[in-house]
């Protein structure tokens, strides 16, 4: 059950949605930013590695356990629960955030995460269905429409690609419905059983569908299938496998055997890996990201490794960052120069991509009150995540408070002999000399000043309240 719900929650968690036909610079509107998978927002230039360690909490929700990443697009954040159901909320939420809608209870199980394109949020179901949500819905949000039942758990999160959707069942198949379906309409396609429960998102990039099996294989479909469709690729890396990425030609994923794999992304038939990276001290346990040359996963040890995508044979990381307490299941998103990451010990770490070996965390969050599945998601300035303590979380950057300007006045005292007493020192009339003073300033600190030896006035600047 726990290499599901790592399958689900690191797997396939980064999946975004949007309120809006077309999403915007900077939003992340599928599992790891698109179709491919890699992890990597390169329009983030808000948050960066000289000013992520001022993140802090920007707002909360709480809702039910979180297995799901939170989803961002044109304003708006969508999750999905335990409780089955998917939420909907506004960016610049207060501290403590209604949600702007959110879908009746399907009295079945959500651990998917939701996938958007062209106005519409899709979700898999533990009934075996796909699920498809306006979003620009209000209160209480009703499908427009729900596909046929597949005859397995559609646990994990669909990935939609140029109109169609392409979603993984435990029954060990993969399915792919057009987005113009309606209520009870049967997949365009359906793969051929892969013997065994299809445990990934599925990665889509050139016209192939790659997905990885708990039967220990990784897949690639055409995506221009009809029918039963019969994999152009099938490797076997063993156990369990993650959600691949691809990225320049190559797919990375995950085993539960403890190994990072790359292979050809053209591959055909059966081929070896480019190269297999083992875990130090514990197995890797992540579904990977990949930026700029550097591959990121994360460890049941609580490291966090980068390999070079051009390594050969087997694998050394470049670097390793020291352990944070409890394992990393959480899939690493990069943006801008800094690698996020979730623990089961309920903080989310932001790394700088150029660590060195031990390397601490550039910040650490606040105790979330659960572990932490779900992969963060990181849009325009706020990093995004769910919780299975129940609550979504926005951290951001707080506006640095303008200091309010201290105004001065000059204040000037004397004594003299008022002979006439009308307050004005007239011809005749001497100063005093050595008289002192104690004058109160608008923020109530007294100041005392002492007339001259010949009797001369004082000034002094103070603090004046307008």
Request: glycine share 12%; charged share 5%.
């Amino acid at each position: 059950m726990m290499r599901r719900l790592l399958a689900v929650a690191g797997v396939a968690l980064l999946a975004l949605a949007a309120c809006n036909p077309t999403t915007t610079s900077g939003d992340w509107p599928q599992f790891h930013g698109g179709p491919a998978h890699a992890g990597d927002n390169a329009a983030e230039t808000t948050l960066s590695a000289s000013n992520v360690a001022g993140l802090s909490v920007l707002w909360t929700s709480h809702i039910d356990h979180i297995f799901s990443s939170p989803a961002v697009a044109n304003g708006t954040v969508y999750v999905t629960s335990y409780g089955a159901k998917l939420y909907a909320y506004a960016v610049g939420c207060a501290s403590n955030c209604a949600p702007l809608w959110s879908t009746t209870n399907s009295n079945t199980f959500i651990f998917s995460s939701p996938a958007v394109a062209n106005g519409v949020v899709y979700v898999g179901s533990y009934d075996g269905k796909l699920y498809a949500f306006p979003a620009s819905c209000s209160a209480t949000c009703a499908p427009l429409w729900v596909s046929a039942a597949t005859g397995g758990d559609l646990d994990f999160t669909p990935t939609v690609a140029d109109g169609v959707i392409y979603i993984g069942s435990d029954a060990g198949r993969l399915y792919a419905f057009a987005a113009s379906c309606a209520t009870g309409c049967a997949p365009l396609w359906t793969s051929a059983a892969t013997v065994g429960g299809t445990l990934s998102s599925p990665a889509v990039v050139n016209g192939r569908v790659y997905v990885g099996s708990d039967n220990g294989k990784l897949y690639a479909f055409p995506t221009s299938c009809s029918g039963t469709c019969w994999p152009l690729m099938s490797v076997w890396p063993g156990g369990s496998l993650s959600s691949p990425a691809v990225a320049n030609g190559v797919v990375y994923v995950e085993s539960s055997n403890g190994k990072l794999y790359a292979f050809p992304a053209g591959c055909s038939g059966a081929c070896s890996s480019l190269w297999m990276a083992a875990g130090t001290g514990g197995g890797l346990s992540s579904p990977p990201a990949v930026a700029n040359g550097v591959v990121y996963i994360g460890s049941s040890t609580g490291k966090l490794y980068a390999f070079p995508v051009g390594c050969s044979g087997t694998c050394s990381p470049l670097w390793t960052s020291a352990a944070v307490s409890g394992h990393i299941y959480s899939s690493p998103a990069v943006a801008d120069g800094v690698v996020y990451v979730g623990s089961t010990n309920g903080k989310l770490y932001a790394f700088a991509v150029g660590c060195a070996n031990n390397c601490a965390p550039l910040w650490t969050s606040v105790a979330t009150g659960g572990a932490i599945y779900s992969s963060p998601a990181v849009s325009n300035g706020v990093v995004y995540v769910g919780s299975y303590g129940g609550k979504v979380y926005a951290f951001g950057l707080k506006p640095t408070p303008t200091p309010t300007p201290t105004l001065t006045g000059i204040v000037c005292v004397t004594k003299f002999n008022d002979l006439n007493g009308n307050g004005v020192t007239d011809p005749g009339e001497q100063p005093l000399p050595s008289w002192t003073f104690t004058i109160s300033a608008a923020n109530g600190s007294p100041t005392s000043v002492t007339t001259g030896l010949k009797g001369e006035r004082v000034c002094s600047n103070l603090p004046v309240d307008l």
